[in-house]
């Protein structure tokens, strides 16, 4: 479980910057995470409750929002979604995007997709 290794350095992350401030409380923290990253967002926002617990982050809400895969072809100048292929049997399913341009077949760069970072935090000070 990879998730709780990023998430671990996520908290340090966050840690590290609400150092710089005089914070009371922490509401939530937003992170985007991209698709191809293959992060499971439900073993994040458990490693986080788990990493939080006695740390001001203890009972914040960790947001995730999802950055899907966005491909640029130098070729023949798309910029667009991946083509997935879906694999999956009942209600567990997966979407796999296609690294290949989806109008020449070309090769093509990945623009969007790759994230994992923080993007906010929601926070409380002693000066509000």
Not at 35 to 64: C, N
């Amino acid at each position: 479980m990879h998730e709780a290794s990023v998430v671990a350095n996520i908290v340090d992350a966050v840690l590290e910057e609400l150092g710089k401030y005089d914070v009371v409380k922490v509401n939530a923290v937003t992170i985007v995470v991209g698709d191809l990253t293959q992060l499971g967002f439900e073993q994040m926002e458990f490693a986080y409750g788990v990493l939080s617990e006695g740390t001001v982050l203890e009972g914040s809400k960790l947001v995730i929002e999802p950055e899907h895969v966005v491909l640029g072809c130098d070729a023949c100048g798309y910029e667009g979604p991946a083509r997935t292929v879906d694999f999956g049997e009942d209600s567990y399913e997966h979407n796999i995007p296609v690294l290949s341009c989806p109008k020449c077949g070309g090769p093509v760069r990945v623009v969007e997709g790759e994230a994992c970072r923080v993007k906010n935090m929601d926070i409380e000070t002693r000066d509000d």
